[in-house]
């Protein structure tokens, strides 16, 4: 059974930071990419970030510069660095395990597995 669990989710102030962790487990994730959706009140989910087995990172637009995705030694673990926050940063973040790129668009793979998210809420 693939279980996906991040933390890190907390009350921030606008300009400050915040770092998420996400760990997946389950199955063999060496060859998955993982990545971060957000989703806002009334807005559809949305791809932050997505990091691929080799490393390559993958940006939305609107996080660009501010955050920062890695993955660990152990290839089933994400972060996601948040720095330079605002208050449009606010949703709740989910990890995935299987995300892409079009563009510079992060899209969740046809085989995803989703967290159970955690809520940053940015304080103006």
């Known amino acids: 059974q693939v279980q996906v669990v991040e933390s890190g989710g907390t009350l921030v102030q606008a300009g400050g930071s915040l770092r998420l962790s996400c760990t997946a487990s389950?199955?063999?994730?060496?060859?998955?990419?993982m990545g971060w959706f957000r989703q806002s009140p009334g807005k559809e989910r949305e791809g932050v970030s997505c990091?691929?087995?080799?490393?390559?990172?993958y940006y939305t637009d609107s996080v660009k510069g501010r955050f920062t995705i890695s993955r660990g030694n152990a290839k089933n673990t994400v972060y996601l660095q948040m720095n330079s926050l605002k208050p449009d940063d606010t949703a709740i973040y989910y990890c995935?395990?299987?995300?892409?790129?079009?563009?510079?668009?992060?899209?969740?793979?046809?085989?995803?597995?989703w967290g159970q998210g955690t809520q940053v809420t940015v304080s103006s």
């Open positions: 389950g199955l063999s994730l060496g060859d998955y990419a």
């Open positions: 990091i691929s087995s080799r490393g390559t990172t």
């Open positions: 995935a395990a299987g995300c892409g790129a079009s563009g510079t668009t992060i899209i969740a793979s046809r085989r995803t597995y």
